[in-house]
């Protein structure tokens, strides 16, 4: 079940800095400068720093992290149990020194044990809002898929719509604010299977793999030694630190030729056979919505500002290509018994649109 922690309000002066934040930039938006891109660097270097204090290795999960936090998004985590999924979203919390909810997912849990409820105060005789886990900065939905379909409905609409409803009353959640699902593999007893509507809502799918023996060896050793005993520390960054980057981020240029690449991988999935030899086009069933081309160029930008950069280049967009199209791809039941994985199809779709 869902934590019965209560909350009275979603931490309103982090809501108006964001919507502050947002207004200034609506309109024209000014290039970035050398000073700007540098201590943007050394803010993510001080969030990646203590990302490795706690978690062992993960470099993949750590940058697939930090893109869907510069994005706004929101991150789709897919793994066996044990590799440090919750660890991972809540060191990532305590650098930025945000608040952290996590929720186990199980076939009971209900819509007002994620978004909230109205409770009767019986001394003041009035009904009172409890905030539900939802409303922290991040949230970790752990298992999602064996939550009811009205569950997850209900999680899912308030990552898109970024507020709640609770007795007619509209709640804002806090900024920043990102959501942090996982999934297993392996057990689908019990199980509801996501939605396709639903997925495309995450901006990232990551799949996170085994450690390496020298990674899990040192795994052991800070476990013997309590390292991970204690509770990670701050790495002194807060929200204007993560909005400055967001911020960063959405003033990136990207050159209409770049866009239009975008636009053409997107159209690629749509129609394989016009690029695809026919065998192969056969395994798509259903290709990428218009929020996979909104996914790459948001993604594409924050992997500039990570690498220091205040332009797009093509490579950004490749980068995370398996992550950002792997659940937008629907494939045929040939596929799945012929044991072709999306991977595969977004390369050779990748490969087949001319690089600009």
């Known amino acids: 079940m869902a934590p019965s922690k209560s909350r009275q309000a979603s931490r309103p002066e982090e809501t108006a800095r964001g919507e502050a934040l947002s207004q200034t930039t609506a309109g024209q938006r000014p290039p970035l400068t050398r000073e700007e891109l540098d201590r943007g ?9 203590g990302f490795a204090t706690k978690v062992v290795g993960q470099q993949a999960l750590s ?13 789709l985590l897919e793994s066996v149990p044990g590799l440090a999924k919750t660890l991972a979203a809540s060191t990532l919390a305590s650098t ?17 044990d994620i978004i909230g409820t109205q409770v009767f ?20 939905l752990d298992e999602i898929n064996r939550s009811s379909a009205k569950t997850q409905s209900a999680m899912l609409e308030a990552m898109q719509e970024r507020q709640t409803s609770i007795g007619g009353e509209t709640h804002r959640l ?4 990102m959501v942090l699902a996982t999934q297993n593999p392996i057990e689908e007893e019990g199980t509801y299977v996501l939605p396709q509507a639903q997925m495309d809502r995450f901006l990232l799918k990551e799949i996170v793999d085994y450690p390496s023996v020298d990674e899990e060896f040192e795994v052991l050793n800070r476990i013997e030694s309590g390292a991970l005993d204690t509770r990670a520390t701050s790495a002194g960054l807060d929200a204007t630190d993560v909005f400055f ?27 394989p056979e ?3 030899p026919p065998e192969q086009a056969a395994y798509v069933e259903y290709g990428s919505s218009p929020r996979g081309a909104i996914a790459m160029l948001n993604v594409s930008r924050a992997i500039a500002v990570i690498n220091g950069r205040d332009h797009v280049i093509p490579e950004d967009v490749k980068l995370l290509r398996h992550s950002i199209l792997r659940h937008r791809l629907v494939l045929t039941f040939e596929a799945v018994a012929d044991r072709v994985r999306p991977e595969q199809i977004i390369d050779a779709l990748f490969a087949a649109v001319p690089t600009p």
Do not use: M
């Not at 806090?174 to 604010?177: I, T, V």
């Not at 980057?245 to 129609?271: C, E, F, G």
């Open 41 to 49: 660097r050394q803010l993510l270097q001080t969030i990646q720093q």
């Open 63 to 75: 940058r697939s992290l930090l893109v869907t936090l510069l994005s706004k998004g929101h991150i």
């Open 96 to 112: 930025v020194q945000a608040e952290f909810s996590r929720v186990q997912c199980t076939p009971d849990l209900l819509p007002s």
């Open 121 to 140: 105060d019986s001394q003041h005789a009035k009904f009172i809002t409890q905030l539900g886990p939802v409303h922290a900065n991040f949230v970790l």
């Open 174 to 177: 806090p900024e920043p604010f």
């Open 245 to 271: 980057l967001q911020d960063l981020t959405s003033r990136v240029y990207v050159d209409p030729v770049i866009k239009r690449y975008i636009v053409l991988l997107t159209h690629a999935t749509r129609q």
């Open 274 to 276: 016009q690029y695809l």
